[in-house]
């Protein structure tokens, strides 16, 4: 018999801030692919197992491209056109067209140019740290440590001057908070692109050490170069962002954790990659199959939009052991928090970096750390966010 999910909730459980909603995880319980009716009426589906997430990222019979993907989970967008991803916006694109803008990227993302960035990023993060220290003893942690940190180190990857850091912190959250209008999304994402357009020029014609001059020298075009400048700038601040406040919210409510941590050191790779898998920050994607598809005893008619959830899969028992604890000593991995098969995660090794750097360091400068509220007025960004993550996180020190 089939399971049918009817809405996707838009809340998580009062006290379980770092859960996925519950009807999520009863919907796995029940079955790890359930019917969704799209609001506009398409019969979709959403799949909510580690397995069969895992197979249909690996799937090319499940496409990418984003004027595929005409149904929204939440609004019923009529008869709208979507068009097809701008030219360099490579995730929501399939091959040849993602490889073309991929595989440049590829060998400049590698494991060992990011562990080259670590003590730039070391000293980004000491210095965010010591202005915490001397404004305290308290600050709001997004604000003063969980959004420049990523923000200095992918704007100076890209070139971008550093003057002009805020207003992409600024328009990027509009677009990607999930709070403001239709109208404000739209101008946010105009303005970063006629700003990455005029950055894009000014590389062309005075080129400088960092990874946006370096792609002038090829054949992509302005406007392509524009479109992968967006996808790097927007995936590498906001996801580290909010996985540096997230987690941090995570490690003080779990204080034995916490003090594991803090203890042995030597916890942090195993400790970041499980914060990755319990926090899930980027939350669910979308496929659209070509062709028709059997897929966990169902068959996925051509045409047909699934929703992936990956929180959900990453919570899911038949993959981890007590998937809802977090346990920084955990030993099964592979967790899809950085997806999987051709669109995994480009950035993946410089979030790694980061998280590995930057969360050892506050915990060290501040042994004291704590909650400066309780923990159920820490401001949370909504579920409609695609990118999930606190809004504000305040914290407090003994000095």
Known sequence: MEHTVITLPTARRPGCPFD?????????????????PFPDGHQGWLITGYDLVRSVLADSRF??????????????????????APPGEFILMDEPQHSRYRKPLVGKFTVRRMRLLTERVEQITADHLDAMEKAGPSADLVTAFAKPIPSIVICELLGVPYEDRGRFQDQIDKFLGG??????????????????????????????????????????????????????????????????A??????????????????????????????LRYLTVVKSFMRTALEDV?????????????????????????????????????????????????HQCLGQQLARVELR?????????????????????????PETADVYGVKSLPVTWEV
Do not use: C, W
């Open 179 to 244: 709070e403001t209008s239709d109208e404000e999304l739209v101008a946010a994402y105009t303005a970063t692109q006629q700003y990455l357009a005029e950055l894009v020029v000014a590389k062309r014609a005075n080129p400088t050490d960092d990874v946006l001059s370096d792609l002038t020298d090829s054949d992509l075009t302005d406007e392509e170069l524009r479109g992968m400048a967006l996808i790097l700038l927007s995936a590498g601040f906001d996801t580290t962002a909010n996985m540096l």
């Open 294 to 342: 059997e897929l966990g005893g169902h068959t996925i008619k051509a045409g047909t939009t699934v929703i992936l959830s990956y929180n959900t899969a990453n919570r899911d028992p038949g993959r981890f052991t007590d998937p809802h604890v977090l346990d920084l000593r955990r030993q099964d991995g592979g967790h899809l928090a950085f997806g999987h098969g051709i």
């Open 20 to 36: 996925p909603p519950k009807e999520l995880i009863d919907a796995r319980e029940h079955s790890p692919i359930s019917r969704f």
């Open 63 to 84: 496409s990418s491209r984003r004027e595929l993907m005409r149904h929204h989970p939440l609004v019923d967008f009529g008869d709208i056109e979507v068009p097809p």
């Open 357 to 381: 750097v930057a969360l050892p360091a506050l915990l060290n400068r501040f042994p004291t750390l704590r909650l400066a509220v309780p923990a159920e007025e820490v401001a949370l960004r």
């Open 246 to 275: 997230l987690g941090t919210f995570a490690l003080l409510q779990n204080p034995a954790q916490l003090a594991a941590l803090r203890a042995e050191p030597a916890l942090i790779d195993g400790a970041v990659e499980e914060l």
